[in-house]
């Protein structure tokens, strides 16, 4: 009963933490969002109806509306886990062409005057051989938009923890796996993505608890939701999501699985569906 009662205090406490520091970054986007509104609204007040907007201004609302669309998904999609409706779109797909487009908006997230540089190294799928050279695809069976997330999440933490570093690189690392990652023994054909940072690491006493609910980092911000939410992603897909230090340098590397097919008529159908209907004579 006692044990119980521990839990729930403890419950209790990393609640009260998570609702204190989901207002911080709440408060955050919004702050500057208020500035740019009682400016604009102060020179239509002097100058009249028109107002001029400058590019800096409206950099200042897309940014800041971005990290409020993204705190109200995340706590969203916190939700949707706990009721259990968290639901997938499967469909098959090219895992590396995903990550390269993914690669491309995340590039927007790298500090200004930063010299970090984001290396992808892709693997392939078994049936590659029957396209062009030029073209290596890694087919999954995945919800797309889902996989996005658990993506994203992964290369803007690894921004986030190596932005001290001059000179960072971050590499995403894409595998066609056969066997389990840790035992070895044969298992159902999986992706294994992988995202490896040159930061701080991970503290011994966060490791444990990173992909549970509420587990932020006070210094660098953050609800703590966006890795629990990739964890339950991967794991209603089926695969695993972990992390680690690295062993033969400084930074950590968080990887995760989806299913693999490699049915290239599958790829190539699906493909197919989202291409206009043409009639052909």
């Not at 998904?73 to 009721?83: F, G, H, N, P, Y």
């Not at 294994?192 to 608890?209: N, Y």
Request: glycine letters at 6%; zero cysteines; a negative charge.
């Amino acid at each position: 009963m006692s044990d119980a009662n521990e839990q729930l205090k403890m419950q209790g406490k990393i609640q009260t933490e998570f609702i204190n520091i989901a207002a911080h970054e709440l408060r955050t986007p919004i702050q500057p969002l208020m500035a740019v509104v009682d400016l604009l609204k102060t020179k239509s007040e002097t100058r009249g109806e028109t107002v001029e907007i400058s590019s800096k201004q409206i950099a200042i609302l897309e940014r800041n509306a971005i990290r409020l669309q993204r705190l109200s998904s995340e706590i969203l999609d916190a939700t949707r886990i706990e009721s259990g409706t968290l639901k997938l779109n499967l469909e098959t797909f090219d895992l590396n062409e995903k990550i390269r487009s993914i690669i491309e908006d995340t590039k927007s997230w790298i500090p200004r005057g930063s010299n970090m540089q984001i290396l992808f190294k892709p693997g392939t799928s078994g049936e590659e051989e029957k396209l062009s050279e030029e073209y290596t695809p890694l087919l999954v069976n995945a919800d797309k938009i889902r996989t996005f997330e658990v993506i994203s999440n992964l290369i803007r933490n690894a921004i986030k923890y190596s932005s001290k570093k001059d000179g960072a690189l971050i590499t995403i690392t894409t595998t066609p796996l056969d066997q389990e990652v840790e035992t070895g023994e044969e298992a159902h054909p999986m992706a294994l993505v992988s995202v490896r940072d040159q930061g701080e690491g991970i503290s011994a006493d966060v490791l444990p608890r990173l992909f549970t609910k509420f587990s932020s980092d006070k210094d660098r911000g953050g609800t703590g939701l966006g890795l629990y939410i990739a964890k339950s992603i991967v794991e209603a897909h089926g695969g695993k999501i972990w992390a680690e230090n690295n062993k033969d340098g400084a930074g950590a590397t968080l990887a995760f699985t989806l299913p693999r097919t490699d049915s290239i008529d599958d790829w190539a159908w699906s493909i197919r569906q989202t291409l206009p209907k043409l009639q052909i004579e």
